[in-house]
T-cell receptor, first 114, second 113 residues
Framework: EADIYQTPRYLVIGTGKKITLECSQT?????MYWYQQDPGMELHLIHY???????EKGDLSSESTVSRIRTEHFPLTLESARPSHTSQYLC?????????????FGSGTRLTVV | GQQLNQSPQSMFIQEGEDVSMNCTSS?????WLWYKQDPGEGPVLLIA?????ELTSNGRLTAQFGITRKDSFLNISASIPSDVGIYFC?????????????FGKGTKLSVKP
């Protein structure tokens, strides 16, 4: 079944550690996105990609970085985690240009930095 | 940039009641979408609207694309406890970064049994 997968679901990590949040989709979607969301709050776009080797910063400034080496894979990396990075991170994907069917979201990674 | 005003911000209702929420924008959109986010999960698409004036239902949910293309509303009839969650509206246009969804800030729905 075509879907979008995020791992890990939950991560508790110490300050200063490097972390990578994984996101993979099996739908062949060109576009992928990362959102940051505090519990019960609005969605903030932090990164997006329109295809392989394409990455753009979103509306909310973030210390994280992303890469898009393969169509199906869009990992997010924090070089040195801080307590201010504690949040939920949601990955999403959408079809090609002209496909106005919205995004498919993963289940999210709940990150806690202690 | 484009912004969506979603209201109300939160609702606390009795089971069985009807719910209404809406989104307005200062600019037009070609598509309006409504998502629901359960606690601890990612948002899931409920309804997508593609034409001004369009009225679409999905079970107990009904959504409309405003005639001016600057607003949309979502109604939930006879609410049940599993309707609890955050409802997001989103607008979308064609092309480039404008093809990105613009999300409202969400309506948090709580249902009292």
């Amino acid at each position: 079944e075509a879907d979008i997968y995020q791992t890990p679901r939950y991560l508790v990590i110490g300050t200063g550690k490097k972390i990578t949040l994984e996101c993979s989709q099996t739908m062949g979607h060109d576009k992928m996105y990362w959102y940051q969301q505090d519990p019960g709050m609005e969605l903030h776009l932090i990164h997006y990609s329109y295809g392989v080797n394409s990455t753009e910063k979103g509306d909310l400034s973030s210390e994280s970085t992303v890469s898009r080496i393969r169509t199906e894979h869009f990992p997010l990396t924090l070089e040195s985690a801080r307590p201010s990075h504690t949040s939920q991170y949601l990955c999403a994907s959408s079809g090609t240009y002209g496909s106005l069917r919205g995004y498919t979201f993963g289940s999210g990674t709940r990150l806690t930095v202690v | 940039g484009q912004q969506l005003n979603q209201s109300p911000q939160s609702m606390f209702i009795q089971e069985g009641e009807d719910v209404s929420m809406n989104c307005t924008s200062s600019s037009i959109f070609n598509t309006w979408l409504w998502y629901k986010q359960d606690p601890g999960e990612g948002p899931v698409l409920l309804i997508a609207l593609y034409k001004a004036g369009e009225l679409t239902s999905n079970g107990r949910l009904t959504a409309q694309f405003g005639i001016t293309r600057k607003d949309s509303f979502l109604n939930i009839s006879a609410s049940i406890p599993s309707d609890v969650g955050i409802y997001f509206c989103a607008g979308q246009n064609y092309g480039g970064s404008q093809g990105n969804l613009i999300f409202g800030k969400g309506t948090k729905l709580s249902v009292k049994p």
